[in-house]
């Protein structure tokens, strides 16, 4: 056994899941995968299988908040010592969450999220152009973490994620929110871990459609700033 899982939260992605397992295992050959297969109807869990991934099946279609949470869980149930994250859509580069993993082990960090948004490391700035909707949504989040978080997060629903053992306990309660990366970045600050925003480089998603689009985006935006808030109304009064 390794000691280090990646899980891969999916929903019918049968299609773009081979090339994901494929990259994880030029990049990653030492790590152990595990597909968190939420219900789907399409080929996924045999996907997963082929390509010697080991396959958590949650049975009926149980969310994103409960498939992310499932996943850190199988790695602290586990024992892993650290714990990568990739969307099975291929908008997440191995190579980036190596380097992600990386920074964990040497200590620099407990978690670090792999950014779209922030620059350096021969990284260039506004390299990933967002959609005009999901643009304005980005903006009001940003200006809601840096309140919530009291530093700024450029990425706050980036999906790129390496922790440690410190930080699996607080990521595997299932999330209450349709923003699970935000809540999860709630949860960290609040325990005091320590959380790197990494400038990273990411694709577009290889095939399908999103699976946040239309209403559900709106629902999401409108939930993750009601989090904020939430967040921050308890913050001051702990203050007080
Ligand atoms: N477990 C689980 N995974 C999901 C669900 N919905 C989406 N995903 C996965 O979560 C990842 C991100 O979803 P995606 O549709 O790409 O969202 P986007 O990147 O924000 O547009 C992908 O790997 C999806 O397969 C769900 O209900 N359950
Ligand atoms: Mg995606």
């Known amino acids: 056994m390794s000691d280090t899982v990646v899980f891969i939260p999916a ?17 990653l050959p030492d790590a152990d995968v595990l597909v968190v297969d939420d219900g789907s109807t399409d080929g996924t869990a045999d996907a997963a299988r082929r390509h ?13 908040p409960i498939g992310i949470a499932s ?25 980036e969450l190596a380097r992600l993993l990386a920074r964990v082990r040497e200590g620099a960090c407990d978690v670090a999220v792999g950014s ?7 990284y260039e700035p506004y390299r990933y152009v967002p959609s005009p909707t999901r643009r304005l ?6 200006r809601g973490m840096k309140i919530a978080l009291r530093r700024p997060f450029a990425d706050a629903t980036s999906g790129l994620y390496a922790v440690n053992a410190a930080a699996l306990p607080l990521l595997a ?7 699970p990366e935000v809540e ?10 320590r959380v790197d925003e990494v400038a990273v480089r990411m694709e577009a998603r290889a095939g399908g459609d999103s699976k946040l689009r239309g209403r559900k ?20 009064r702990r203050s007080d």
């Open 173 to 179: 309660e299932p999330f209450r929110t349709e923003a």
């Open 137 to 142: 949504g980005t903006a009001l989040l940003r």
């Open 116 to 122: 779209r948004f922030v620059s350096g490391e021969g």
């Open 11 to 27: 929903w019918n992605e049968e299609e773009n899941l081979p090339a994901v397992l494929e990259d994880l295992g030029h990049e």
């Open 71 to 95: 996943g850190y869980r199988w790695a602290l149930e586990h024992g892993y010592a650290y714990c990568g994250r990739v969307d099975a859509d291929g908008q997440h580069p191995a190579s």
């Open 184 to 193: 999860a970045l709630l949860r960290l600050a609040d325990a005091g871990l």
């Open 52 to 64: 010697g991934a080991d396959v958590l099946s949650l049975g009926a279609n149980r969310g994103l």
């Open 217 to 236: 985006a709106v629902k999401v935006t409108v939930t993750v700033i009601g989090t904020l808030v939430a967040a921050r109304l308890l913050w001051t």
